[in-house]
């Protein structure tokens, strides 16, 4: 009855069998690894994980510790109690009902219950092992005499006979018990050894789970930026609209009420001159020159200079003011401009290049921005300088946050753009940019493809992208240094991941041509 309760507390309450490498969860409850891995991975969209035991709720997947003590219970309780139901194998003497066997006797060749055990046979010819369906398996196939030793030489199991008489006769025997003890410590250290790597695994996977995740979470913080950036970009091009057609309607009602008040003033102007029409004409069809000379002179009526009055009002009315319409309409320019400083961030200093650290053969700009290639410079030496390339380090230092920074190159000559620790050896081969594991750059030759160099590694580019002009971007506390190609669209070339350790300076490398900082240094806004 005890080893039926001992049973029953060893099962996985998801898969009802025995524990299969038991893992424990924050609350205490054991599982199989591989089942509550299942029951875990089905619960990963939902955004809360639970225990199916307990249903205890935790935000983050759960961490699974190996339960090792369980896990020895396990192991110990299967080598001394094995599963005689699931072994399928029945006492041989019990052909009424069928009783689960519980020890198999290879002298007679017969599985034996726990009844038919109590008055089996106690002599040593009659030897008892767990229970079993292949008694042939424990017997010489030659002299059909139970197995007792292993010969080490031919690597079987054989009999005494074997031994004395038979063709191992002569060879290094070790006893059965012993030579499994030896083979069970090699699958131990086997065992041991695919126990670690499968923790390693384990760790991998928790790792790329936790990176993952991370990158979910960027992805959304992304997501929610974005999703305002172009809420605002909406609200003001709304705003804008109204703005523009508001004007619009103002001007035209203004010019409407102008055109009103001259037309008015025209019609009666118009009447006016009908009248001095038909006085004219009856003038005309006088025949008394009397009265025709005594009327007024009458050159006023038409007046050259009110008919070009009354068309400078016509033309002075003017049509809608497309001009004030067209300013109103850089906004959307301005718009764009908010978005761009939203997206890359504030300008918060120019970087400059540090003429103390700048090798032999190479020049640096009255206003620290451009590096070139010129073999007549004889630089004093100083400890910071580079005494055997032709490179430069800029006088800032990153050593947090997210910043980006451009360079124009010239067509002819190499270069190398990058940036490095500030421990970086000053002397010798070993202080080039890209040869070391202090330095990263993308490197350009007349003679080479583009590469990306780190630690002496090599990752060739294609040689079809414009490299003429190219961002840095680095992350210091996410441990990224990427870099671009300003082409169009902007090609993004390679990004190294790295756990900094120390600043990092700009780097620049140049040999017969030159290296032009184009762009500053921005930082990105978290």
């Known amino acids: 009855m005890a080893c039926a309760d001992l049973r029953q507390e060893l099962d996985c309450s998801i898969c009802l069998n025995i524990y299969t490498d038991p893992v424990t969860l924050r609350c205490g409850h054991n599982f199989c690894r591989v ?19 307990c249903r205890a709720e935790c935000q983050e997947r759960p961490a699974l510790q190996r339960n090792i003590t369980l896990c020895n219970i396990v192991g110990s309780f299967l080598s001394t109690w094995p599963d005689q139901e699931e072994t399928g ?22 599985s034996l219950c726990d009844n038919h055990l109590r008055v089996h046979s106690k002599s040593a010819d009659h030897v008892l092992y767990d229970p079993t369906t292949s008694l042939g398996n424990r017997k010489c196939s030659v002299h059909e005499e139970i197995l007792k030793y292993f010969c080490t030489e031919d690597s079987a199991c054989i009999c005494v006979s074997c031994c004395l008489i038979g063709e191992h006769r002569g060879h290094q025997m070790e006893s059965l018990d012993e030579a499994s003890e030896k083979k069970k410590e090699k699958l131990r250290n086997v065992l041991q050894k695919l126990t670690t790597k499968r923790e390693e695994t384990e760790k991998r996977v928790q790792r790329l789970q936790e990176r993952r995740r991370e990158d979910q979470e960027k992805a959304a913080g992304v997501t929610e930026r974005v999703t305002s950036w172009f809420r605002n970009i909406r609200r003001q091009l709304d705003d804008l609209e109204k703005k523009v057609l508001s004007e619009i309607s103002r001007q035209e009602e203004s010019v409407s009420l102008s055109v009103s008040d001259l037309i008015q003033q025209l019609e009666i ?7 001095k029409i038909r006085h004219i004409e009856e003038l005309c069809n006088m025949s008394d020159p009397v009265t025709v000379l005594q009327e007024p002179d009458t050159g006023d009526l038409c007046d050259t200079q009110d008919r070009e009055r009354h068309d400078d009002q016509v033309h002075g009315v003017g049509d809608l003011d497309v001009g004030l319409t067209s300013w109103k309409l850089r906004s959307l320019s301005d718009i764009i401009t908010i978005i761009n400083t939203e997206m890359h961030g504030q ?27 010129s073999p007549s410079q004889n630089h004093p030496e100083t400890p910071e300088r580079f005494q055997y390339y032709p490179q430069v380090l800029s006088t800032r230092r990153f050593s947090s946050g997210r910043h980006y920074w451009e360079v124009e190159v010239s067509e002819s000559g190499s270069w190398r753009v990058g940036m490095c620790y500030p421990s970086i050896d000053r002397r010798g081969e070993q202080s080039l940019i890209g040869y070391n594991n202090k330095s990263w750059c993308l490197c350009w030759g007349r003679y080479t493809p583009c590469t990306l160099i780190h630690d002496n590694k090599v990752i060739q580019l294609p040689d079809t992208i414009p490299y003429d002009r190219v961002r840095i971007y680095l992350d210091y506390e996410a441990g990224q240094l990427s870099f ?12 190294f991941t790295a756990t900094f350790t120390e600043p990092l300076h700009a780097a620049l490398w140049v040999e017969i041509g030159f290296i032009t900082i184009s762009g500053g240094v921005r930082k990105w806004e978290k």
């Open 484 to 495: 671009y190609s300003l082409c169009d669209p902007i090609r993004h070339l390679h990004t």
């Open 347 to 373: 300008v918060p200093a120019d970087i400059f290049l540090d003429v103390n650290t700048a090798g032999d053969n190479i020049h640096i700009s009255d206003d620290r921005k451009s590096a070139y290639w």
């Open 269 to 275: 102007k118009k009447d006016e001159l009908f009248s």
């Open 35 to 53: 089942c509550i891995d299942r029951v875990l991975d089905t619960q990963e969209g939902s955004g809360v994980y639970t225990c199916p035991e």
């Open 89 to 110: 194998i029945f006492c041989t003497y019990c052909v009424d009902s069928p009783i689960p066997a519980v020890k198999s006797c290879l002298h007679c060749e017969a």
